[in-house]
């Protein structure tokens, strides 16, 4: 019975470093000024980051085609200003939005 006392204390344990780094994420995001233009989950004046998701989802090269989309401004969008590990990071949260 010991035991299961620790259980969900490690389950959390295991979930808290991932919010934490959605919530870097998001407020990476919200920096950059991608929601001025995108939402999470609801249409704006451009696509949801859930939408460009479940666009490219199951796309191996999909965060290839984004990072030069958004380093060249391609298609309309403005060049992202960043480092690119920032970018990489906005892009895998982007990637992941359910």
Do not use: W
């Not at 204390?9 to 870097?24: F, H």
């Not at 965060?63 to 990489?88: C, I, M, P």
């Amino acid at each position: 019975m010991t035991r299961l006392r620790f259980l969900p204390a490690a389950g959390i344990a295991l979930i808290l470093p991932g919010m934490a780094a959605a919530q870097d994420s998001f407020q990476l995001a919200q920096g950059k000024g991608c929601f001025n233009c995108h939402d999470v989950t609801g249409p704006k004046e451009a696509p949801s980051f859930k939408g460009i998701a479940m666009h490219n989802k199951g796309r191996e090269d999909a965060a290839a085609r984004l990072a030069e989309a958004l380093k060249t401004g391609k298609d309309g969008h403005k060049k992202f200003r960043g480092s690119d590990a920032e970018l990489q990071q906005l892009i895998a949260y982007i990637l992941a939005t359910p």
